[in-house]
């Protein structure tokens, strides 16, 4: 399955308790998918995603609004950061094990939860990794969760340290 076949209304469920934000992740995770499987670029993805998917209509039923302005800032975001993001996701894999191995739905769903631990202090670690670990399980089933989970909490715990002071 890729990123594109779940409606953006999926993560409306989200931990937050903000629908919008919900959302603004998943529609995200799955603009970053398409950039890297089509070459397009952020500013065109964004137009199309306001224009085409967020907020409107599949197969007759309204989709859940996402929040256009986090949309745009998780998007360009994880975009502009990537060369930063990209060495941290390397260092969590196994050895021998490179980032173009893993599925490109995880990379982007790692891209856009390691953009907003590092860029968006406003929001708080826990509701990170959990909004993030429910998009990776609309997507995965067992194995890819845990390991997105990981590598979050790991992230989390080295840029928000007093975040998880006892």
Known sequence: MNSADIP?????????????????RLAAVQALYQMEAS???VHATIA?????????????????GADD????????GAVEAQARLD????????????LARIDATARAILRAGLYELIRRPDV??????????????????????????????????QARADEFVV
């Open 8 to 24: 953006v209304e999926t993560a409306a469920k989200g931990a937050s308790g903000a629908p919008a934000r919900s959302a603004a």
């Open 39 to 41: 070459g397009q670029g």
């Open 48 to 64: 199309e995603f306001e224009t085409h998917r967020l907020g409107g209509e599949l197969e007759g039923e309204r989709l859940h």
């Open 69 to 76: 302005k986090f949309f745009a800032d998780i998007l360009i």
């Open 87 to 98: 060495p941290y996701l390397e260092r969590q894999l196994a050895k021998g094990w490179t």
């Open 124 to 157: 708080p670690s826990k509701v990170v990794i959990s909004e993030y670990l429910e998009v990776a399980k609309a997507f995965f089933d067992d194995e890819e969760p845990k390991f997105i989970n990981a590598v979050l909490d790991a992230a989390a715990r």
